[in-house]
């Protein structure tokens, strides 16, 4: 009987101690969360003050924000809008190149051109 009532009261220690463990380790994420979010707003406001002076901050304005924008939001989401950049600048270039066929007549000026050297 006695064994029983140790055991339920390892149990609940070890259960305590579990529990005291994992907020530890939630208050250590919160605050290396608040450490990354200071470090993150210091970090845009050194690079707006820089735009507002004129001041490229030791690289070139454009890249300095795209070099902060990729940091920010982290890798898979910054390749992710580099891909929907990249469709839409091809699908832009496809248009434009359509519109051209379908408007300006590419036929009749290639048979114009054979026409004039040929005949």
């Given amino acids: 009987m006695f064994s029983s009532i140790t055991n339920m009261f390892d149990?609940?220690?070890t259960a305590?101690?579990?529990?005291t463990e994992v907020f530890g380790q939630l208050v250590d994420a919160l605050?290396?969360?608040n450490d990354l979010l200071t470090v993150?707003?210091?970090?845009?406001?050194?690079m707006t003050e820089d735009l507002a002076i004129g001041s490229i901050g030791g690289g070139i304005a454009w890249y300095?924000?795209?070099?902060?924008?990729?940091?920010?939001?982290?890798?898979?989401?910054y390749y992710l809008f580099y891909a929907f950049i990249i469709?839409?600048?091809?699908?832009t270039v496809f248009q434009i190149i359509?519109?051209?066929?379908?408007?300006?007549?590419i036929g009749s000026i290639i048979g114009g051109i054979k026409g004039f050297f040929f005949s």
């Fill in 64 to 77: 300095q924000f795209i070099a902060t924008f990729h940091w920010l939001v982290g890798s898979t989401v």
């Fill in 16 to 19: 305590f101690g579990q529990i």
């Fill in 40 to 46: 993150n707003i210091e970090s845009i406001i050194q």
């Fill in 87 to 91: 469709f839409g600048l091809s699908v």
């Fill in 98 to 105: 359509y519109m051209i066929y379908n408007h300006i007549p």
């Fill in 11 to 13: 149990g609940l220690s």
């Fill in 31 to 33: 605050l290396a969360f």
